[in-house]
């Protein structure tokens, strides 16, 4: 960390926070979903800006796509049944995580997921070369934009994969799209195994071809993030039954190597909280453990057993309802729980929690919980998809009940609605909310980048960023 980013650290810091307010519909309103922690915890190493409370009121789109703050506008990019721009066919259903990277002249190349079952309504076009397995419906495409988000192009950049949910970022600037299932060869009609991540490159995807990176495990794979430092991948796990996800490091055999270094393999572990076999039971921000293990993971390829059911000796392992965003922020590596529900299996109820894991110290900490939820058509429930934003704060998608947010956190901690989605399949009355995926930001700053997931739309949404 450079000293000038220590300073602003030490003067920004927050005390406790036990409260939130949130701007939504047409003024500002007391949102009854509440959180307790302190925010300017989620900041570490970055310069987020101080006093900032939100953009203004939510103003409702007279076309009921997307309800903006006053002075911004969006634009549609890519909507589900398009043709794409390649010929290669429809533009497939269900966006969900996504990444913008730097081109040439000022382009931005978005690589974007699409979590297709077997049951997707419109499948990622199956294309010689970057095909896993041709019964996959899932895989990614990639549009390529102008400095003035104008589409150049939009193709196929994997295909054959399956439920390809969030993912996350290189250093070398590629794509780690997630398969969050476990189905085996035979299973659903597929002719391979399933539950990989694999590596794409949103501007030349015959690079990165259709290659699982096997070692990296075979699970339910939400999100990863990645130590600049010494290039560990730390990864999510977002099963749906219990005993629910784990969360595992990757250490590669060959760290930080570039484009395609991620196939030497590597050996893959799990956390173990001393004393702690479900993170939903800790309840008091703050609350911090010391000496946390990381245990091998027995079976990577889950060839018998998914991992989470595998032998971790008699201490066991430390399992988590929902885990899906992942960031790396200053000197530690985030993660998000977003909801956990007793009725469900897991050993408390809440609903929403972030997690600080600092690896030299070996110690985890929760920053944030969420809850209760008592109305859910205000936002800041449920916190899935996470990243930077341009003014150093936070955005986060929802995916929760009711109506869907993108909301931004900043470092004060103050919630406020960013993007409201308005899809406009139900009645004005009672209108269908569209869960937002994939929240991220051009290079420069200027533009935020979000999807719809269903019906699968993605939005460039421009205006007076901070």
């Known amino acids: 960390m450079s000293s000038e980013t220590s300073r602003l650290t030490e003067e920004t810091s927050q005390p406790t926070a036990t409260r939130r307010q949130v701007l939504a519909g047409s003024g500002a309103a007391v949102a009854s979903i509440a959180f307790t922690g302190a925010f300017s915890e989620l900041f570490a190493g970055t310069a987020a800006a101080r006093g900032h409370s939100g953009y ?7 076309d009921g796509l997307l309800d903006l703050p006053k002075g911004f506008r969006y634009r549609v990019l890519s909507r589900e049944g398009d043709p794409l721009r390649s010929g290669e066919g429809q533009v497939p259903s269900n966006h969900d995580g996504m990444a913008a990277f730097a081109g040439r002249h ?23 070369g970057l095909t896993y397995d041709p019964m996959g419906k899932g895989g990614c495409t990639a549009l390529e934009l102008d400095g003035r988000n104008n589409v150049l192009g939009e193709r196929v950049a994997i295909a054959g994969t399956a439920v390809n949910c969030a993912g996350g970022r290189t250093p ?19 002719t391979k195994d399933h539950g990989f991540i694999f590596e794409v490159d949103g501007a030349d995807p015959r690079r990165t071809g259709a290659v699982p990176l096997t070692a990296m495990g075979r699970f339910q794979h939400e999100a990863v993030a990645i130590d600049p430092r010494n290039g560990i991948v730390y990864e999510t796990e977002d ?12 250490l590669p055999n060959k760290p930080l190597g570039g484009t395609g270094s991620l196939r030497a393999g590597g050996h893959l572990e799990a956390m173990r909280v ?11 921000t703050g609350a911090s453990f010391e000496g ?17 059911f595998q032998d971790f000796g008699p201490k066991g392992i430390t399992h988590a309802q929902k885990l899906e965003g992942c960031y790396w922020g200053g000197s530690s590596v985030y993660f998000v729980s977003s909801f956990a529900r007793s009725s469900q299996g897991s050993a408390a109820d809440h609903y929403g929690q972030v997690w600080r894991y600092e690896p030299k110290r070996r110690r985890l900490t929760l920053v944030i919980v969420f809850g209760p939820g008592t109305d859910v058509q205000l936002p800041g429930e449920s916190p899935d998809n996470i990243c930077l934003a341009a003014d150093g704060g936070l955005m986060v998608c929802e995916d929760g009940d009711g109506a869907q947010h993108v909301f931004g956190l900043t470092r ?43 019906p699968g739309t993605t939005f460039a949404v421009t205006g007076p960023w901070r």
């Open 56 to 62: 203004g009121p939510l103003v409702p789109d007279p």
């Open 106 to 128: 000022g382009h931005v190349h978005l690589v974007r997921n699409h979590e297709n079952r077997v049951t997707g309504r419109i499948p990622v076009p199956t294309v010689e």
């Open 172 to 190: 070398w600037n590629t794509w780690l799209t997630c398969e969050e299932t476990e189905d085996r060869a035979g299973t659903n009609g597929y």
């Open 239 to 250: 099963a749906f039954d219990k005993p629910f996800g784990l969360f595992y490091r990757f």
């Open 274 to 284: 001393p004393g702690v076999p479900d993170l939903s039971a800790v309840q008091e």
């Open 292 to 308: 946390i293990e990381w245990v091998p993971v027995p079976d990577p390829l889950a060839a018998g057993t998914p991992i989470r």
């Open 412 to 454: 004060g901690g103050e919630v406020y609605a960013m993007a409201r989605g308005r899809q406009n399949i139900g009645t004005p009355q009672e209108p269908e909310w569209g869960e937002f995926a994939g929240v991220t930001f051009a290079p420069d700053g200027a533009t935020m980048y979000v999807n719809c997931y269903t």
